[in-house]
């Protein structure tokens, strides 16, 4: 089946650093990823959609200045979460729908603590 | 509006039991609907999907779904959970390959 791997799988970093998460599609490309952030026992809340070779689609409520989205290629897709601060911390996971398929593949997620 | 709904925030269950957890969706057209399994601290695994056709579902590690149009529900239910059930619970919308929208999630717990 189709694989996503994120990197990395957690992280921990002082306020106000940066920090950049990627997303893979290891054996399909994908012109679309998308990014969720999960807060403890909350729900998967959509932040944004990666679109390879365009501007990323953000979700209302969602700074595109502070969480950065690059769809470098057809295999990769990177979240940046600049001046990063406490409130910030969650466990953030993309996925990816392989081309002709009505169906999402997940990365494992990426933990982010900000002291 | 448009959403997606699990009633249940816990259910426990007895391990050996039946379960079922609850789905409902608000959209104008039915959406593709998903189960997805989610345990601590890991990714999601998607247990099943229905699409269109036959309206009981059979997904992984026993599961089984039905979608009921006339409720706009789409249940999942184990006739046997077993301890290593115990695990976050998400049902999910889409149309097409869009944004998936969860649900706030049942956290299941198995008791002894």
């Known amino acids: 089946g189709a694989v996503v791997s994120q990197h990395p799988s957690w992280v921990i970093c002082k306020s106000g650093t940066s920090v950049k998460i990627e997303c893979r599609s290891l054996d399909f490309q994908a012109t679309t990823m998308f990014w969720y952030r999960q807060f403890p026992k909350q729900s998967l809340m959509l932040m944004a959609t990666?679109?390879?070779?365009?501007?990323?689609?953000?979700e209302q409520g969602v700074e595109k200045d502070k969480f950065l989205i690059n769809h470098a290629s057809l295999t990769l897709s990177t979240l940046t979460v600049t001046s990063a601060h406490p409130e910030d911390s969650s466990f953030y996971i993309c996925s990816a729908p392989p081309a002709g398929i009505d169906e999402q593949f997940f990365g494992p997620g990426t933990r982010l603590t900000v002291l | 509006a448009q959403s997606v709904t699990q009633p249940d925030i816990h259910i426990t269950v007895s391990e050996g039991a039946s379960l079922e957890l609850r789905c409902n969706y608000s959209y104008g057209a039915t959406p593709y609907l998903f189960w997805y399994v989610q345990s601590p601290g890991q990714g999601l695994q998607l247990l099943l999907k229905y699409f269109s056709g036959d309206t009981l579902v059979q997904g992984i590690k026993g599961f089984e779904a039905e979608f009921k149009r006339s409720q706009s529900s789409f249940n999942l239910r184990k006739p046997s959970v077993h301890w290593s059930d115990a695990a976050e619970y998400f049902c999910?919308?889409?149309?097409?390959?869009?944004?998936?929208?969860f649900g706030t999630g049942t956290r299941l717990t198995i008791i002894p």
């Open positions: 990666s679109n390879e070779g365009s501007k990323a689609t953000y």
């Open positions: 999910a919308v889409s149309f097409g390959n869009e944004k998936l929208t």
